[in-house]
């Protein structure tokens, strides 16, 4: 079992940057791949970005390309996402999630695990 817990997020302006951290608990965190969803008000859940066991590969949503890195530490059992540039459009709760795969998977079916979320806004 593995249960995740996402921090860092919080209210800034548009072109403004935050780091999201997920924590996440259990003894075999490194063989599974990670990844950032999102879901605005009134919208469904959307794939971010996701990262493979091993860091060696990722994966992003065309809208965060260029803008979002996600990254993580298997020693220290987390996984963040870097933001840059943000956009009032990218104003969500982002949840962590993790799965059984190995790499970089995007369907939210492929995932398990999920966080309970922290809240990002974007002020124009």
């Known amino acids: 079992q593995v249960q995740l817990v996402e921090s860092g997020g919080g209210l800034v302006q548009a072109g403004g940057s935050l780091r999201l951290s997920c924590a996440a608990s259990?003894?075999?965190?490194?063989?599974?791949?990670m990844s950032w969803f999102r879901q605005a008000p009134g919208k469904e859940r959307e794939f971010v970005a996701a990262?493979?066991?091993?860091?060696?590969?990722?994966t992003y949503a065309a809208f965060v390309k260029g803008r979002f890195t996600i990254s993580r530490d298997n020693l220290k059992k987390n996984v963040y996402l870097q933001m840059n540039n943000l956009k009032p459009e990218d104003t969500a709760v982002y949840y962590c999630?993790?799965?059984?795969?190995?790499?970089?998977?995007?369907?939210?079916?492929?995932?398990?695990?999920w966080g309970q979320g922290t809240q990002v806004a974007v002020s124009s």
């Open positions: 259990g003894r075999t965190f490194s063989s599974y791949a």
């Open positions: 990262i493979s066991w091993g860091g060696g590969s990722t």
């Open positions: 999630a993790a799965s059984y795969s190995s790499g970089a998977v995007v369907g939210s079916s492929e995932y398990r695990y």
